[in-house]
C-alpha cells in the first residue's frame, strides 16, 4: 500500500516569491494535515482538510492557504516568502477525521528561502 | 499553558543497553497521546497511540505507557538501527480532532 507522497522533494525560492506543495494521501484516507518543522520551533500544526474544507486552522498568518481536491489530495500555498519560512513542511494523512484515528506523515517538502 | 516537554533531548546507549524517554504534559482532558519516530530527512513514523492512564503497547523492542501526566517510551535492548529522533504528540481538548502538538524530541543514538 503507498504511503503518503508529498511533491515536490526539495524547493529553493527567493523573499517575496510564493511556492505551492502537493500531497497526495494514503488511498481512502479523506483527511490531510499540514505541519511546519524548523529547528527552533519544532512541529507546528498548519491546517487540516477533510472532504474538502478547512476543519481546523494554526496559528499562522493569511500567508498560508491550502485546499483539498475531491479526491483527497491538498495543496498548501504560501505567498509573499519570508526568510524564516524556511523549514520542512510535512503533510499527513488518516482514513477519517475521528480523533482515534492514526496519522501518517509523508516525507515533507523542504523549502528553503534566500 | 498547555504544554509537552520531552526528556533528555538527546541520549546515546551501548547497544543492549536498555532505558526510558520521557514526555510529561500538562493538559486538561487529554484526548490522545501518540509516540511517532523520525529519522534524519524523513516524515514522523507512527509507533503508538494511547488514551488512557495505566494504558500500554509494544512493538518490538519499544514498549509505551501513561499516567494521568506523562507517558514513558521504554526501549529493551536496543540496537543501532533504533536511532532517531522520538516524538510524542497530544491531541489537545480545545483543538481541531487533528492538530496534534509536539513536544521537541529526544535524540536517541545507539552505539554498536
Known amino acids: 500500500k503507498a504511503g503518503v507522497t508529498q511533491t515536490p522533494r526539495y524547493l529553493i525560492k527567493t523573499r517575496g516569491q510564493q511556492v505551492t506543495l502537493s500531497c497526495s494521501p494514503i488511498?481512502?484516507?479523506?483527511?490531510v494535515s499540514w505541519y511546519q518543522q524548523t529547528p527552533g520551533q519544532g512541529l507546528q500544526f498548519l491546517f487540516e482538510y477533510f472532504s474538502e474544507t478547512q476543519r481546523n486552522k494554526g496559528n499562522f498568518p493569511g500567508r498560508f492557504s491550502g485546499r483539498q481536491f475531491s479526491n483527497s489530495r491538498s495543496e498548501m500555498n504560501v505567498s509573499t516568502l519570508e526568510l524564516g519560512d524556511s523549514a520542512l513542511y510535512l503533510c499527513?494523512?488518516?482514513?477519517?477525521?475521528?480523533?482515534?484515528?492514526?496519522?501518517?506523515f509523508g516525507p515533507g517538502t523542504r523549502l528553503t528561502v534566500l | 499553558e498547555d504544554q509537552v516537554t520531552q526528556s533528555p533531548e538527546a541520549l546515546r546507549l551501548q547497544e543492549g543497553e536498555s532505558s526510558s524517554l520521557n514526555c510529561s504534559y500538562t493538559v486538561s482532558g487529554l484526548r490522545g497521546l501518540f509516540w511517532y519516530r523520525q529519522d534524519p530527512g524523513k516524515g514522523p513514523e507512527f509507533l503508538f497511540t494511547l488514551y488512557s492512564a495505566g494504558e500500554e503497547k509494544e512493538k518490538e523492542r519499544l514498549k509505551a505507557t501513561l499516567t494521568k501526566k506523562e507517558s514513558f517510551l521504554h526501549i529493551t535492548a536496543p540496537k543501532p538501527e533504533d536511532s532517531a529522533t522520538y516524538l510524542c504528540a497530544v491531541l489537545l481538548p480545545d483543538t481541531g480532532r487533528r492538530a496534534l502538538t509536539f513536544g521537541s524530541g529526544t535524540r536517541l543514538q545507539v552505539q554498536p
Open positions: 499527513a494523512s488518516s482514513r477519517s477525521s475521528g480523533s482515534s484515528d492514526e496519522q501518517f
Open positions: 488511498s481512502g484516507h479523506r483527511s
